[in-house]
Structures are given as structure tokens and as C-alpha cells.
T-cell receptor, first 114, second 111 residues
Framework: EPEVTQTPSHQVTQMGQEVILRCVPI?????FYWYRQILGQKVEFLVS????????KSEIFDDQFSVERPDGSNFTLKIRSTKLEDSAMYFC????????????FGQGTRLTVV | QQQVKQSPQSLIVQKGGISIINCAYE??????FPWYQQFPGKGPALLIA?????SEKKEGRFTISFNKSAKQFSLHIMDSQPGDSATYFC??????????FGTGTRLQVFP
């Protein structure tokens, strides 16, 4: 069964450092998303990406964040200068259709900022 | 208006029982309502979804009941099994790419 793959599974970084979280979406999907989940809390939308551009972003997704699809398979989330409050599970998702329909999530990257 | 309220926060059910999780929303423009199941350390997995033009959708032991006038929808798990023990999230989408999640329900099914 096709799945969304995320690497690394766990990333520890010092405050102020840049991190790049990587995702390989399901191959025939066209819509890509990043969500985050602070420990014990609900899943929150960060950004959606279609046709090589951001289609929607939340208020959380400020200038410290950026997304990129550098080639035909990878989808990355970059946090330029990490803060303690960026510590969370980050989930990549992809969907064959728009409107969040049938969005499949990866297993997540646990980001710990120390 | 963008919130999805979910209850209960936790639920304990005996094996073979019915688990019921409820969600409520305010924005009548929401047009897609999925339920996700999440096991510890894993990402949310799509379980079942419904659109507001139907009142019920059933897939195996899982049923979504949708009440458009009350702006509520619920997940029913029939014949609950220990393997169903997980956190369940309802969500809603506003014809956009953003899923708005509820706060989650931790379900524990005891043998």
C-alpha cells in the first residue's frame, strides 16, 4: 500500500538553528500539506502546496517557515531559526484531490528544540 | 467559527460494546468531515469520511452519523475491539486545503 514517508523520525536541534524536514508524498498525489501536533494537543494545519506554490497557509506559518518541492518526489519544510515552541510532531500529508479529500499522513518527524 | 468541538476527551469501553464520539461545528460552509485514527507514535490515518448531503455512512464496524440541522456528526464503533484503542480525531474542511481538527478522543477498549 502506498504511503507518505518522512525523514528523519526524530530531530533534536539547538534553538536558533535551521532544520529541514523531509517528506516523500504518495507518487500520484498532487496536493501536499504540512501539519504539526504539539504533544497531547490537536493536529494543526500549517501549509498546503499545489502546482509548485503555496495554496494556503495558517497564521502559524510565519516567515521562519518555508516549503519546497526541490524535485519530482520530495517535499520539504524548512524552519530557519528554531524556537523552543517549535518542538512538536510535524506531519506531512498528500492528497490526490484538492479540498483535503483523502489526505494521507506520514508517520511524522518529532522535532525537539533545546 | 472555524473550530470543531469534540467530546468526550477520553472513553473507556468494554470489548464488544459501542463507542460513540461526538463532534460539533459552527461554520455551515464546511463540506467534508473525515475521522482519523491515530496510534501512539504514528500519523493520523483516515478512517471514514462524509459529505453533508448524506446523513449516514457505514464502513464495516465504523459509522458516521451526520445531523446537518444540529451541526453535529458522530463516529460509532460497533463491536469495539482492543485493537481499536487509539486516539480519534474528527475534522472538517471548508472547500479548501485546510483540515480543521477536533481536540481528539482517547479510546480504550478493555477485554
Amino acid at each position: 500500500e502506498p504511503e507518505v514517508t518522512q525523514t528523519p523520525s526524530h530531530q533534536v536541534t539547538q534553538m536558533g538553528q535551521e532544520v529541514i524536514l523531509r517528506c516523500v508524498p504518495i507518487s500520484n498525489h498532487l496536493y501536499f500539506y504540512w501539519y504539526r501536533q504539539i504533544l497531547g494537543q490537536k493536529v494543526e494545519f500549517l501549509v498546503s502546496f499545489y502546482n509548485n506554490e503555496i495554496s494556503e497557509k495558517s497564521e502559524i506559518f510565519d516567515d521562519q517557515f518555508s516549503v519546497e518541492r526541490p524535485d519530482g518526489s520530495n517535499f520539504t519544510l524548512k524552519i530557519r531559526s528554531t524556537k523552543l515552541e517549535d518542538s512538536a510532531m510535524y506531519f506531512c500529508a498528500s492528497s490526490p484531490l484538492g479540498g483535503s479529500t483523502e489526505a494521507f499522513f506520514g508517520q511524522g518527524t518529532r522535532l525537539t528544540v533545546v | 467559527q472555524q473550530q470543531v468541538k469534540q467530546s468526550p476527551q477520553s472513553l473507556i469501553v468494554q470489548k464488544g460494546g459501542i463507542s460513540i464520539i461526538n463532534c460539533a461545528y459552527e461554520n455551515t460552509a464546511f463540506d467534508y468531515f473525515p475521522w482519523y485514527q491515530q496510534f501512539p507514535g504514528k500519523g493520523p490515518a483516515l478512517l471514514i469520511a462524509i459529505r453533508p448531503d448524506v446523513s449516514e455512512k457505514k464502513e464495516g464496524r465504523f459509522t458516521i452519523s451526520f445531523n446537518k440541522s444540529a451541526k453535529q456528526f458522530s463516529l460509532h464503533i460497533m463491536d469495539s475491539q482492543p485493537g481499536d484503542s487509539a486516539t480519534y480525531f474528527c475534522a472538517a474542511s471548508l472547500r479548501t486545503d485546510k483540515l480543521i481538527f477536533g481536540t481528539g478522543t482517547r479510546l480504550q477498549v478493555f477485554p
